[in-house]
């Protein structure tokens, strides 16, 4: 039997997660068969920056929740060099996506931003309010804005058609599925690699970028994907959503906890030659602990599930 709850999902309801590939996406379906959702899907092949293969798309598939987890991403390395890139991407794919789920009565859609869209001077913890209140982070402005582009167009849709447009906030996420490259992944990617490389070919030593004082936020993918669904289910309102997990973490003691996650038993060293990036991205996270979310990984254990499946991948 179905059982209906508003403007929740309903076990058989046709549910669409845009971004086959992504970290994110790839744990939302996840989630979403763990929970039983029967009819979930994503896109096979087509390109989400064409519009008439999204249009088709919604047409044939008709989804009545979608899950917009698309878009290229990377660390601050790439942000530096693709920044162009990064920014069409984002913006053709939220315009394509947000579009085809008014013209196709979409129920509701959860828009997937990121924490670079805070001011860098940000009070922490940063709170959603807080967002368009002062300069971006100049290593990721590009990026940045186009994830403000989708925020607001989400709720310019929500204004003017009244359509049911949500926007979580993420922390910076990890976990299985994670791009692994050298140069363009993110830090926890990035160390798990340096230091299993460092420790497979006996060297003495693994190089962190920055002053290793940065703080960031992580949170656990299958946590993230969890608090997507739940969300999905339990928020209305067009003011973003803040989705952390409350671990807050110097790069200097990520280092080390992937360091004695991995087994190497080098030194780290500091290139400060290389950016740092925001001083700080640590998130508010009281409301959706108010609605009664919070996260089950410590990041310790997200870490060796991480490095294991790092280990099996490659
Ligand atoms: O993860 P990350 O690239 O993202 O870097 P951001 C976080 C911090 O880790 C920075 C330091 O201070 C980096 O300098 N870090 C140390 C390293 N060693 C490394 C390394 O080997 N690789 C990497 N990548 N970092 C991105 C934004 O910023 O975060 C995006 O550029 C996006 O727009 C994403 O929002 C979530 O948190 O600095």
């Known amino acids: 039997m179905t059982v209906n709850r508003g403007n929740a999902m309903n076990i058989d309801s046709s549910i669409y997660?845009?971004?086959?590939?992504?970290?994110?996406?790839?744990?939302?379906?996840?989630?979403?068969?763990?929970?039983?959702?029967c009819k979930t899907f994503s896109e096979k092949g087509e390109d989400l920056k064409n519009v008439s293969q999204i249009d088709r798309l919604f047409r044939e598939r008709k989804p009545e929740f979608v899950f917009l987890a698309a878009g290229k991403t990377g660390g601050i390395a790439a942000n530096i060099k693709y920044p162009a890139d990064l920014m069409l991407d984002n913006l053709l794919i939220a315009c394509n996506i947000i579009e085809c789920a008014r013209r196709y009565n979409v129920k509701k859609l959860l828009y997937l931003a990121s924490s670079c869209s805070y001011p860098r001077d940000c009070a922490q913890p940063m709170k959603e309010e807080a967002l368009l209140t002062g300069l971006l982070e100049p290593t990721n402005v590009a990026y940045a804005v186009a994830k403000i582009a989708g925020i607001k167009l989400c709720q310019a849709y929500k204004s003017q058609y009244g359509s049911n447009f949500i926007v979580g906030i993420p922390a910076n996420a990890f976990g299985p599925g994670d791009d692994f490259s050298e140069e363009d992944s993110h830090v926890v990617a990035a160390l798990i690699r340096k230091m299993h490389e460092a420790k497979v070919n006996d060297r003495k030593q693994v190089e962190v970028w920055g002053t290793g004082n940065p703080q960031r936020e992580f949170i656990f993918v299958d946590d993230l994907a969890d608090a997507c669904l739940f969300i999905m289910d339990n928020y209305d309102t067009p003011e973003p959503i803040n989705l952390g997990s409350g671990m807050a973490f110097s790069i200097r003691d990520l280092a080390e906890a992937i360091r004695e996650v991995v087994g190497f038993n080098g030194s780290i060293v500091y290139d400060t030659s290389k950016p740092d990036g925001m001083p700080i991205k640590s998130l508010d996270n009281s409301k959706i602990r108010d609605l009664g979310w919070s996260p089950y990984f410590s990041l310790r254990e997200g870490l060796a599930i991480t490095y294991n499946w790092y280990r099996k991948e490659y």
């Open 17 to 37: 997660v845009v971004g086959e590939n992504t970290l994110i996406g790839v744990a939302i379906h996840r989630a979403l068969e763990r929970a039983g959702y």
